[in-house]
């Protein structure tokens, strides 16, 4: 990444807020703008579908903006005005930069994009077909219009003119916080974390809820929290509580008095149920998990049914058509990868022969005969909201 001098402006774009109706895409991007504003000092404004940012710090800032969604790229700028001759001196100077940085030499082929908004005395073609001849004035550098080792563009607003040559790419999606909250149900896993940041990305707001086995599995709270605080790295600033839930005394219920084939289905459908009551605390509107259709045992189609019988709130599984390979080089890319495979011992609840094909009405059945309700309103009243 370029090293720019402070005090230019970045410019930063977003993408399909751009097509909402007039309204809709005010408020989206205001709420834009105001997470922008979450994470980093300096000033902002926003002018014909650009974000021009003036940040602090510059360098924290670029990193920053690659965790904030809704922006899809933005780059690092040199700002001067639209006469021939403050394009002159800025591109030259600009060029030197580049020079400077070995990011280019006369011996690098390159090609103006000159893009115009606004009225001018000249075309887009004009200017880059000027700016061209700049370049090759100042390095000798041969021109490439197809394959350029170089794009530099020129944008020409109003009454200034901004000269870049990196487009950064962002994580694009929606703003969090334009499509509410959720409740995501967060395990030691790989999809979890996947799951949760997908629906970040769709603009959702999240509380998680980790769900405690003990004994049937190991004190991994420490895993779990290092997995908050890199899912926290996304969130834009907002709000995101993380909730405990002690669950090992149900998942006993389930394991000593249900036959040991239904212990996944019943745990399971449990957690959706607390999920639901913490969501309605939270006016959260969904429940999110990390299920992939057929991975395990718990996520075939029947299994489904069964374990989200008893919630009447919308049950999200954001990854439900994605395979393993696929969720493994999403959690690789945001960072959760290597804190999902701390060993962690899994879970000895876990039946050797789980019910892949489980029947609703048994379900029903086997949930009311262990007085199913009243264990999970005792789990639900000691939930431990984590600092």
Known sequence: MTKIVSGRP???????????????????????ISNIKNIIKGEITITQGRIFLFPENYQQALLSLGKIFGVVSYSPTLVTSTDYNSIKKS?????????????????????????????????????????????????GAPVDLSNPDL?????????????????????????????????????????????AFLMMKRGCAISILHFNNHPYTSDSMEKIKKMVRKLKEYSSGSKMNFYTANYGDFLKKCVEDTPPR??????????YQIAEKLARKENALAIVDGSSLGQVASQTLPNILATHHSTSMPILSPLIGLDKVEIQNIAEKIGTYKISIIPDGGCSAVPKHPETNAVLEIVIQAQQEIKMDDHLEKVFKNLRLNK
């Open 91 to 139: 591109l030259r100077s600009y060029i030197q930069e580049l020079i400077h940085q070995k990011e280019f030499s006369r011996e690098k082929t390159f090609a103006i994009k000159c893009r115009r908004v606004g009225d001018h005395e000249f075309t887009s073609q004009e200017m880059a077909a000027f700016c061209g001849a700049v370049v090759v004035e100042e390095t």
């Open 10 to 32: 970045i410019i930063v774009r977003y993408g399909e807020i751009g097509i909402k109706s007039p309204p809709v895409r005010r408020r989206f991007e205001n709420r834009l």
């Open 262 to 271: 239904m212990t996944c289905v019943l745990c399971k459908s449990g957690m």
């Open 151 to 195: 794009r530099i563009f020129v944008e020409v607003r109003g009454p200034k003119t901004y000269i870049f040559h990196e487009k950064i790419p962002g994580l694009g999606g929606l703003p969090i916080g334009t499509q509410g909250r959720v409740v995501t149900l967060l395990s030691g896993g790989i999809d979890s974390p996947v799951a």
